[in-house]
């Protein structure tokens, strides 16, 4: 008798380690738990407001973020190291496929639209680009800064990006038709590394992702605007600086969507940031940041003043 209880407690015993590993994978939900997410890095202010506001809500919830380049976090996604990715752009066929080969169904959700600023040292005169300006510079039809206007001096221009899988770069490339690179484009770090390199040399060219000095009240953003100037772009017949406004009426001609790539296939804690960000809470932060929200209206206010 003795021996089929030891029996039936051994049998209780390995049933119970079964269960918990089934529900190892599942001990989150839409507010709790812990998990590790995958972001480009010049999205960083964006994504620090959201998870640190989210979590601030929601006390028993850990949103491990790891900032890196898009392609990196897009590779991390399809390789369920993470549960979102955020980037912007959306997924190609291939790896909508690679997805499918995991039977798995990838949520995109466009939550934002920032942009790609163009930054120059703060004693460079020239601020105001051409769309096919930046084209040309980036494919090394145009290579110093005479060439761009013929009474500065016959500088060589450096162009500088955050890294060499930069979603920047890629989006810029896209939008412009640019195949190759010119032998003069280098990449640095990440974003805060492109500012601090424009800096401190006056023909160097930088691309960054526009939340990084968007938001007013942030005071990382004031000390980098403090350090350089940001050019405008021709659009129509007017220039433009990556402003909320410009960007919202698709005057500034970079913009681009962030977007949260989920490969949850249940309510877990993935889900639940995604449908924070996307409503009221998280669009506001969006707004704060002084980009523009894609899932709630936006107000543009004219301000004219009088002599």
């Not at 162009?159 to 060499?164: H, S, V």
Request: hydrophobic share 40%.
């Amino acid at each position: 008798m003795r021996y089929f209880q030891l029996a039936f407690i051994g049998l209780l015993a390995v049933g119970t380690a079964c269960d918990r590993g089934k529900t190892s994978k599942q001990d989150d939900g839409t507010t709790y738990g812990k998990i590790q997410i995958a972001v480009d890095e010049s999205l960083r202010p964006l994504m620090d407001a959201e998870v640190d506001t989210f979590e601030g809500i929601y006390t028993q919830a850990s949103i491990g973020v790891k900032y890196l380049s898009e392609a990196e976090a897009i590779d991390l996604l399809i390789k369920d190291s993470v549960r979102l990715a955020v980037v912007t752009r959306y997924l190609t066929p291939e790896e909508i496929n690679a997805f499918k080969a995991q039977v798995i169904e990838p949520k995109q959700m466009a939550v934002a639209i920032e942009g790609v600023a163009l930054i120059l040292n703060k004693n460079r005169p020239d601020s105001l680009l051409t769309p096919e300006q930046v084209k040309d510079l980036l494919a090394g039809k145009i290579s110093t800064w005479k060439q761009l206007n013929n009474n500065n001096k016959p500088d060589s221009i450096k162009i500088i990006f955050d890294n060499p899988t930069s979603g920047i770069l890629r989006h810029l490339k896209d939008t412009l038709g640019v195949e190759n690179l010119a032998k003069n484009c280098y990449a640095v770090n990440n974003n805060p590394a492109v500012i601090d390199y424009v800096s401190k040399d006056k023909n160097a060219l930088g691309l960054i992702g526009v939340s990084w000095i968007s938001d007013q009240d942030d005071s990382t953003a004031n000390q980098f605007l403090s350090s350089i100037r940001v050019a405008g772009l021709l659009q129509g017949s007017e220039y433009y600086k990556p402003y909320q406004a410009y960007i919202a009426q698709k005057q500034y001609p970079f913009s681009r969507k962030v977007i949260i790539i989920s490969r949850e296939a249940r309510s877990g804690l993935g889900s639940g940031f995604l449908t924070f960000v996307t409503h009221d809470k998280g669009q506001r932060i969006v707004l704060k940041a002084e980009l523009v929200p894609v899932t709630m209206p936006v107000r543009i206010i004219e301000v004219k003043q009088e002599p």
